[in-house]
């Protein structure tokens, strides 16, 4: 399975929008995109799912391009609790983690 | 709240020693699933569950890795003749489905000296 990829780290000013962008050119058709973030000493936090169509909820929003072989995460505005580490991932119930991408929020 | 839960929180252990990880999912998932962060890299899956079955154990890094899960609900992993190299965090997470979203708990930090 391969992992996808990220940039390891992130800058964004408070209040702003931010939008992390995630490469998956290996991806199959019934292979999910989750994004997840984490805090340190804590587990992983859901945020968004998708597979072909863009998804919204409260937390974020979530653009997949037509080919699928890239996505977007789009916090749309960033607040300090927002800092984390996110994780692009794609597959059904075998989660292939990557390193993630670290997110700074400035105030 | 009600999600899912893991003990315990740390764990400092001797090395050749058994620990046994225990994980509550969250009540109604029928999918459970292990996974490990070594420090400073990615989580590393090993084991998922549906209902109190393992379809899936690719991930176990060795014979000395087992889980298990009764009653459709809490699983174990046991971890036997410890080394240093499994020092890590290990995570558990459940669905009410697989291909569900997981919720993760808090993990359980395990030391070995």
């Known amino acids: 399975d391969a992992k996808t990829t990220q940039p390891n780290s992130m800058e964004s000013n408070e209040e702003e929008p931010v939008h992390l962008p995630c490469n998956h050119s290996?991806?199959?058709?019934?292979?999910?995109i989750h994004w997840y973030r984490q805090l340190p000493s804590q587990g992983p936090e859901y945020v968004i799912h998708?597979?072909?169509s863009n998804v919204n909820n409260r937390m974020a929003s979530l653009a997949i391009a037509e080919d699928r072989k890239s996505s977007t995460l789009i916090l749309h505005r960033a607040t300090l609790r927002d800092a984390a580490v996110y994780y692009c991932?794609?597959?059904?119930?075998?989660?292939?983690f990557g390193t993630g991408t670290r997110l700074k929020v400035l105030a | 709240g009600a999600g899912v839960s893991q003990s315990p929180s740390n764990k400092v252990t001797e090395k050749g020693k058994d620990v046994e990880l225990r994980c509550d999912p969250i009540?109604?998932?029928?999918?459970l699933y292990w996974y490990r962060q070594s420090l400073g890299q990615g989580l590393e899956f090993l084991i998922y569950f549906q209902g109190n079955s393992a379809p899936d154990k690719s991930g176990l890094p060795s014979d000395r890795f087992s889980a298990e899960r009764t009653g459709g609900s809490v699983s174990t992993l046991t971890i036997q003749r410890t080394q240093q190299e499994d020092s890590a965090v290990y995570l558990c997470?459940?669905?009410?489905?697989?291909?569900?979203?997981?919720?993760f708990g808090d993990g359980t930090r395990l030391s070995i000296l």
């Open positions: 997470a459940s669905s009410r489905i697989i291909d569900q979203p997981q919720h």
């Open positions: 009540s109604g998932h029928t999918a």
């Open positions: 290996t991806i199959s058709g019934t292979d999910y």
């Open positions: 998708g597979l072909t």
């Open positions: 991932i794609r597959g059904t119930y075998k989660y292939i």
